[in-house]
């Protein structure tokens, strides 16, 4: 109870900068806009690698939507404002989980930002009349959404992991960017995975980075099958478990290694 | 004018110092900037894969496209982008006060206090990248065509610089909106991709981007050798005409700065 308390507190906060929020959501509209723009003499009536445009329409505006609403940005936070500035001792001395209480923090800043692409997209359709393919009321669309929520616990996870190398890199600006880069590539935000260069298209595959966007997005299309579907659910399960592994291992280091003064 | 040229020099020596006094944020913002150089060149290089023409734009006119685009930002980088990112800051905690106060122009100070050296790395990839498809491409280029690159370079970065400063401007306004400036990278990709790609989308809204689109269009245009008389006066003009509003629209907004109240 008292993390949804959290979550409520979080939520007006989020409410009072939500045209911070909103300037967020339109950096990656533009984004997403010039990519589509891009798609629209790339394809001119043709197929690429299988996609048309229509189907690159779709899938970029639900990769945005899906953006939106699943990826964190805790990562900053938590290696600038709780690590290196200290603030994290004051979350230490609370009776609370750190994790969930970033967790807490972070929903209601996907949710706004959800709620800002699914208006952008209906908006999109409304205006120019395009029918956006998506999957029918079954039994696949609710193993869809469940890609969804395991999608948005894997960025969690991987985000929080990143972060807490702030425990022992004093510098980690420049490696946040690289991973960006390297996450806007394989997440699938850049272009759909399957029309990579191959090599690319397997190390994406071995990565949890296609589990993120790209499956649950193709999900919502109606492109993948129950089983299909299944099989993705299964990875992103392990994917999870490696990543929260992982992130236990590097907190209770880093704790022991964390200090913080005052006066 | 020779005070703000001894003023500059000086900045620029105060940075250069500021620059090795923090090694490690050096280290990583020299990783950033090459990343990001390369980001341009690979997301271009992976868009362009399967398609050898795109817009009437060969693929390596693209590539060439994304090489320009390195050198050009990283100009404006190294420049000025640093100080749009204060930008908010200083007008929302009322630091601007102090710049108000100073005997010297605030928008000479809000736009050139803090120089990114370290982007030079960005432009050598980028200039480098530049070269590369230059000779892939089997263009040869003339002393004439260095020269008038960098006069377009000059007016293209005047562009750059007069359309982020009329929108930080803004923030006079709404001084709260921080990652306004995030948005400005953002729309920075629009200058990515030929003028073709927007007029294909929308008259209107070809002619709202026109002036981002004739920023890296147009000295790659000089480059592959397909650029007209009317291409370089569009964009002298641009630059011109946004630089000078850009100028009497923060003295307007001035008279609305209230500091930190």
Partial sequence: ????????????????????????????????????????????????????????????????????????????????????????????????????????????????????????????????????????????????????????????????????????????????????????????????????????????????????????????????????????????????????????????????????VGQ | MKKYLSIYLALVRINYTNLFAHRANLFNSIIASFVWSIFVISSMTLLTSKSSHIFGWQRNELLLVAGVYNVIYSIFYILFARNFEEFSFRVHLGTLDGVLLKPISSQFFMSNWLISLHQVVRFSIGLGFVLYMLHVMHITITPYVVLLFIFLTIFSVMIIYSLWFLIMTLTVWQSHLRNLVELLYSINGITRYPQEMYKRVSVVFFWIVLPLTLVIITPTKLLAGTITAVDVILLAITALILFTLSHFFWKFALRFYVSAN
């Fill in chain 1, 1 to 260: 109870m008292r993390y949804v308390r959290i979550f409520l507190l979080n939520f007006q906060r989020t409410l009072r900068y939500r045209s911070l929020s909103f300037v967020w959501f339109l950096c990656a509209l533009v984004d997403v806009g010039i990519i589509i723009f891009f798609w629209n003499g790339a394809t001119s009536g043709k197929t690429i690698g299988g996609w048309n445009f229509s189907e690159l329409l779709t899938y970029y505006l639900f990769a945005l939507t899906a953006g939106q609403l699943l990826i964190s940005h805790i990562e900053y936070d938590v290696a600038t404002l709780h690590i290196q500035q200290g603030g994290l001792a004051a979350f230490l001395l609370k009776p609370f989980s750190y994790i969930r209480m970033q967790c807490m923090g972070e929903i209601p800043w996907r949710l706004l930002n959800g709620y800002f692409a699914i208006i952008a997209v209906f908006l999109f359709s409304f205006i120019t009349h395009i029918q956006l393919k998506t999957i029918p009321f079954s039994f696949a669309l609710l193993l869809a959404i469940v890609t969804v929520v395991l999608g948005f616990t894997i960025a969690f996870f991987y985000k929080m992991v990143i972060g807490l190398f702030a425990f022992w890199i004093i510098e980690i600006r420049g490696l946040f960017e690289a991973l960006e880069v390297v996450t806007v590539i394989l997440f699938g935000n850049l272009m759909p995975i399957s029309l990579l260069p191959h090599w690319l298209m397997n190390i994406a595959y071995m990565s949890p980075f296609p589990y993120v966007i790209y499956f649950p997005v193709l999900a919502f299309e109606g492109k993948l099958s129950a089983l299909n579907l299944f099989q993705i659910i299964s990875v992103q399960i392990i994917w999870i478990s490696v990543l929260f592994f992982v992130y236990k291992n590097l907190w209770l280091r880093g704790v022991k290694k964390f200090s913080a």
